[in-house]
């Protein structure tokens, strides 16, 4: 075979390998090592320049691979700035003391000459420099040569192609991250429209209480509800579960304040048969029946010291024991919590955990009292229209302007309870199809002064008052007064309901589980 033969063969296979390569290092490596055998060079680089064009990049050298354009110590700046190669001698190579440079050097065996050349696309584009090493230093002869530069003309081409579909990956990425993004925003809108149905208000505190409740359930991190009583505490634990990818699961509710401290542990932990005296048999405790869903933990400051460090240890590896039982169990259940307590006070005067409070609060909620967003007044009133509307089959048709004015004068110590109490007091007395009107609007009544100087409540007629208290200048401790009014004024509430606890903590404005509480604390009971 001929010379020219010979130098066409090796040029087809330098040829093909290039375009073969399908990413930029391959490419680059495989024209180096095909430039060092076809020209005897003892060691060839390509450094290519960064995307913001301030950096030139040796992947192949293992340490100081990197070269810093504007940092003329080294002689690639010198090539860069006047876009033209150059020759640098062994002797010159030793003078420059740039790490990186040096250690280029050092890699390449020290050669006599070195060529740098640098390497620009048609466009004008500067991809990077090539760097070729030898110890006879002809580089006429080489650079000269159509095969070399045919070779730097394809490794152009294909150099170029190269960041061209690395650049369409990189749109396809951003494009992908913005649609996902957009995605992401659509979805968080939806939800929060969905929650805006059962958890209602405009107001911007709630706008944004939504989408943090949103975000919440979209995660697994305990949640920390806080917030006055009646201000929809147990309305967020329910929308967190919903929303969460748990909303097939159980929800377990347990109102900590609602169960004697007696009882917790084991209605939380559940036992064995013979656990102690009366449990003639096993039993599933509340944490084993959330599995798979959410365990909503209210009145979470009333839960006794030595149950929260059980409960600290349950969140830790969520593994239990049962009472009387020698195996643990697990659970997997998300944590919701609600408190209308401060903790933080509780955590001062030593009888709440200060790591249980962190571990609860992994994403704190707090809900705003309706005092404080009374643009949510015109929705919530409207939504309680609504539902006793669509319970009773008739109903107001609305609230009037002025009605609307009353109510935003009011300060809802109860909050969003007290609110739907006005609400459905109101629906009462007003003719179906009418506006609510301001007259019709009770608030303050349970705590308005009367002539006898106790309270009266709308719906408490007839025999008032068989209250039995201290006359109020006999008052030396308010506290304990105050505690007598409110056990009074429960315990007559239950007489008048006939015991229904359900009836009475309507009346009162207070749920369920609060009036049992509070009737636990103060021995009140049921007749
Ligand atoms: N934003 C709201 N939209 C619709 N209804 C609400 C809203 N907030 C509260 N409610 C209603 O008000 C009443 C009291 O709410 P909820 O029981 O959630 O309060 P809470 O903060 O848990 O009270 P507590 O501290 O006494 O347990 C419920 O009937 C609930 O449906």
Redesign the pocket.
Same mark, same amino acid.
């Given at each position: 075979m001929g010379r020219m033969q010979m130098e066409l063969h090796t040029g087809i296979d330098l040829a093909v390998a290039l375009i073969q390569q399908d990413n930029l290092p391959d490419l680059l490596k495989t024209a180096t090592k095909q430039l060092e055998n076809a020209f005897g060079l003892t060691r060839c680089w390509a450094l290519e320049l960064d995307l913001s064009g301030r950096t030139l990049h040796c992947s192949d050298l293992e340490e100081h691979g990197e070269f810093d354009c504007g940092d003329f110590s080294h002689p690639f700046a010198h090539v860069l700035q006047t876009g033209k190669a150059r020759e640098l001698t062994r002797a010159a190579s030793y003078r420059l003391d740039h790490v990186g440079f040096q250690a280029l050097f050092e890699a390449s065996d020290r050669p006599r000459s070195l060529w740098l050349e640098p390497l620009t696309g048609n466009d004008g584009r500067t991809l990077g420099i090539l760097v070729l090493c030898r110890d006879e230093p002809d580089w006429d002869g080489i650079t000269g040569q159509p095969l070399y530069g045919g070779l730097r003309q394809l490794l152009v081409h294909q150099w170029i192609t190269q960041l061209q579909s690395r650049d369409q990956v990189w749109q396809r990425r951003l494009l992908k991250r913005s649609l996902d993004h957009l995605h992401d925003a659509e979805s968080v809108r939806t939800r929060c429209e969905q929650l805006a149905r059962?958890? #209602?208000?405009n107001s911007q505190a709630?706008t944004s209480l939504r989408a943090q409740i949103v975000r919440a359930a979209g995660s697994q991190l305990s949640v920390l #509800?806080q917030?006055?009583? &009646?201000? &929809?505490? +147990?309305?967020?634990? %329910?929308g967190i579960h919903e929303l969460s990818d748990r909303a097939e699961g159980p929800m377990v509710v347990v109102?900590c304040a609602a169960i004697p401290d007696t009882l917790l542990e084991s209605e939380l932990f559940g036992h064995t048969r013979g656990a102690f005296s009366g449990a003639d048999q096993d039993k599933q405790g509340l944490l084993a029946q959330a599995n798979g869903g959410t365990l909503f933990l +209210?009145?979470i400051g009333d839960m006794p010291m030595a149950l929260q460090s059980k409960l600290l240890r349950v969140l830790e590896g969520r593994q239990f024991r049962p009472l009387g039982a020698r195996k643990e169990q697990h659970s997997d259940f998300r944590l919701v919590a609600?408190?209308?307590q401060p903790l933080q006070a509780g955590i001062e005067d030593g009888s709440f955990r200060r790591d249980l409070f962190y571990r609860l609060s992994q994403f704190p909620l707090r809900?705003t009292p309706?005092r404080e967003r009374p643009d +949510?007044l015109e929705?919530?009133s409207r939504?309680?229209i609504r539902l006793y509307t669509e319970r009773e089959g008739s109903g107001p048709m609305g609230i009037s302007s002025h009605a609307l004015h009353l109510l935003a004068g009011y300060d809802f110590p109860?909050?969003? %309870?007290e609110?739907?109490n006005i609400i459905e007091l109101a629906c009462l007395q007003t003719p179906g199809g009418d506006d609510i009107q301001p007259e019709v609007l009770r608030m303050n009544d349970l705590f308005e002064e009367s002539s006898d100087g106790w309270t009266s409540a709308p719906w408490d007629v007839g025999d008032r008052n068989p209250v039995d208290l201290p006359a109020v200048e006999d008052i030396r401790d308010l506290k304990a007064a105050a505690q007598a009014f409110e056990a009074a004024i429960i315990r007559e509430r239950l007489r008048q309901y006939g015991g229904n606890r359900a009836q009475a903590a309507e009346s009162l404005g207070?749920?369920k %589980?609060?009036l049992a509480h509070k009737c636990l604390k103060y021995q009140v009971a049921e007749s």
């Open positions: 059962t958890l #209602v208000g709630m #509800v917030g006055e009583t &009646g201000c &929809g505490k +147990d309305v967020v634990a %329910r109102n +209210d009145e609600a408190t209308h809900v309706l +949510d929705a919530l939504h309680f109860g909050n969003v %309870r609110l739907r207070l749920p %589980r609060t």
